[in-house]
């Protein structure tokens, strides 16, 4: 079939499909291409201690925990390359390899677009489900909070700018710049297509500025966004830290159906 052009786009032929960056619709795809920037974020991280038994009952194989704290970060998106302004809450805590490798595994993730609902899912394998995420200032304090259904699953506080503190201290707890996901997707016949743990830094990551201070963290249940299985069981610091970074390609560390024993490896 001929080579069909309108509104000045080229229909895409079998080597455009199979290529890496490929997303439909074609003509107006919603998959933003790699590398893309995010500019004046403003984040508010919460480090809290939970309970080691529940966030093992989250965490696939095989990964181990390698602690018993918890971090919950509410971005406030100022300028996204693609996306535009939105809001994002990410909740994880640190786990391991057998190997020796760690990162932050990432059991819930929430946040305002269908772009990045539909690109974290896709590429990365972010278990990622639509929220209002916010980050607000009200006088002496900065209050983040992540509404799903009418709930705030999230409530978060912190003291506004009292001291503040070199950016390295985000990391004293884990490494969440390395940020591992589950990636479940099937065929349409229901065999699995990809079942891996995936893994991302972000790059050129430049903080502008960043304080610390006492947080409290507030958790209530929904079933459909259920960070309530990740209880309270002491606060312990937060932070307020504004970047710029970018998003880049990530690797595969372990895939379950090409790693995973034979035993373990049945098909539907």
């Given at each position: ?26 003509d107006a ?93 896709e590429i ?135 790693d995973a ?8």
């Amino acid at each position: 079939m001929k080579d069909v052009k309108r509104h000045g786009l080229r229909r895409p032929d079998l080597q455009d499909i199979v290529a890496g960056g490929f997303s439909t619709p074609w003509d107006a795809p919603t998959i933003p291409t790699f590398p893309f920037e995010f500019r004046n974020v403003e984040v508010m991280t919460l480090f809290y201690r939970s309970d080691p038994d529940a966030m093992s009952f989250l965490l696939p194989e095989p990964l181990r925990l390698t602690g018993d704290v918890v971090a919950i970060h509410l971005y406030r998106m100022n300028d996204t390359d693609w996306v535009g302004p939105y809001g994002e809450a990410n909740v994880m805590f640190g786990a391991a390899l057998p190997d020796g490798r760690t990162g932050a595994y990432s059991p819930y993730f929430f946040l305002s677009t269908e772009v990045g609902v539909a690109h974290g899912r896709e590429i990365h394998g972010q278990p990622k489900k639509l929220a209002d995420v916010r980050l607000d200032f009200r006088g002496d304090l900065i209050v983040g909070t992540t509404q799903r259904n009418g709930i705030d699953i999230v409530t978060a506080t912190l003291p506004y700018k009292q001291r503040q503190c070199d950016p390295a201290e985000l990391s004293a707890h884990f490494d969440f710049a390395t940020n591992i996901n589950l990636k479940a997707i099937d065929h349409i016949d229901g065999r699995p297509a990809i079942r891996q743990l995936t893994s991302r830094r972000l790059t050129d990551l430049r903080v502008h500025e960043c304080w610390v201070g006492p947080c409290s963290v507030e958790l209530r249940a929904n079933v459909q966004a259920p960070v309530f299985r990740l209880p309270v069981v002491e606060p312990l610091v937060g932070y307020y830290w504004r970047a710029d970074f970018k998003l880049v390609r990530g690797t595969v560390i372990y895939d379950y159906l090409a790693d995973a024993p034979p035993s373990q490896n049945h098909p539907v």
